[in-house]
């Protein structure tokens, strides 16, 4: 019996591989795009290979609680093709800002090509908020001490995935989120999909624990 499992699921993913033809694409006729983001260029793509399958980070089901899609009035939620085009605008415009809001130790694992390290720290206090404004998102402060984001970037967030927390709380629940500190709503992208969405269609990641 046990042999006859084996040469059916051998026969299976025989014919699996043998249906397999074509590229596996981005959008029509796109099969992959090159960007230089920070000195480095990263090639693109959704995973060709049929035999290999999503990373085990983001198949765990009994985590986090779902996020809604409307975040906060104003703050637009994308998907995977929208990130994508921020990433080939990010090539020459830097007023645009891509993060990743989990903890240090998960972006350092497994990451979308980039992608700039915000962990959830940042916003727990006023000081660090404000300084990762002025550093990296291009926010000014007045002679009166007020925050003027007449300049600020446009922010592309994501974290684990459409259960997890981390940007959620970035951008709206922390006690000094973006939201909270004034941030301009219209100016923040929320891709609710995250990781887990990222990696389940084969997408192209960096980091220690990268399968592309």
Same mark, same amino acid.
Request: hydrophobic share 40%; glycine share 6%.
């Given at each position: 019996?046990?042999l006859?499992i084996?040469?059916?699921?051998?026969l299976?993913?025989?014919?699996?591989q043998?249906?397999?033809?074509?590229?596996?694409?981005?959008?029509?006729?796109?099969?992959?795009?090159?960007? @230089?983001?920070? *000195?480095q260029?990263y090639?693109?793509?959704?995973?060709?290979?049929p035999t290999i399958t999503i990373t085990?980070l983001?198949?765990?089901t009994?985590v986090? =609680?779902?996020?809604?899609i409307?975040?906060?009035?104003?703050?637009?939620?994308?998907?995977?093709v929208?990130v994508l085009?921020?990433l080939?605008?990010?090539?020459?415009d830097?007023?645009i800002?891509l993060?990743d809001?989990?903890?240090?130790?998960?972006f350092d694992?497994i990451?979308?090509?980039?992608?700039?390290?915000?962990?959830? $720290?940042?916003?727990? *206090?006023?000081l @660090? $908020?404000?300084?990762?404004?002025? =550093?990296?998102?291009n926010? =000014?402060?007045n002679? *009166?001490?007020?925050?003027?984001?007449?300049? /600020?970037? +446009?922010?592309?967030?994501?974290c *684990?995935?459409?259960?997890?927390?981390y +940007?959620?709380d970035?951008? =709206?629940? $922390?006690d000094?989120?973006?939201?909270?500190?004034?941030?301009?709503?219209?100016k923040?992208?929320?891709y609710?999909?995250g990781?887990? $969405?990222?990696t389940?269609v084969?997408?192209?990641?960096i980091?220690?624990? /990268?399968?592309?």
């Amino acid at each position: 019996m046990k042999l006859f499992i084996f040469l059916l699921t051998a026969l299976v993913l025989t014919f699996s591989q043998a249906a397999y033809s074509g590229e596996v694409l981005l959008r029509p006729h796109v099969k992959s795009i090159t960007l @230089t983001l920070g *000195n480095q260029t990263y090639v693109i793509q959704r995973n060709q290979d049929p035999t290999i399958t999503i990373t085990s980070l983001y198949t765990n089901t009994t985590v986090g =609680k779902l996020q809604p899609i409307h975040l906060a009035p104003g703050v637009e939620t994308i998907g995977e093709v929208e990130v994508l085009d921020y990433l080939q605008r990010m090539q020459t415009d830097d007023s645009i800002i891509l993060i990743d809001t989990r903890p240090k130790s998960w972006f350092d694992r497994i990451r979308i090509p980039g992608a700039v390290d915000v962990p959830p $720290a940042t916003f727990e *206090n006023e000081l @660090t $908020a404000t300084e990762t404004l002025e =550093k990296l998102f291009n926010v =000014k402060t007045n002679a *009166n001490g007020e925050l003027d984001f007449s300049q /600020a970037k +446009t922010i592309v967030a994501y974290c *684990n995935g459409h259960f997890c927390g981390y +940007t959620p709380d970035a951008i =709206k629940h $922390a006690d000094y989120s973006l939201l909270k500190l004034g941030y301009p709503p219209e100016k923040i992208k929320y891709y609710r999909g995250g990781m887990q $969405a990222w990696t389940s269609v084969g997408l192209t990641v960096i980091g220690e624990e /990268a399968f592309n």
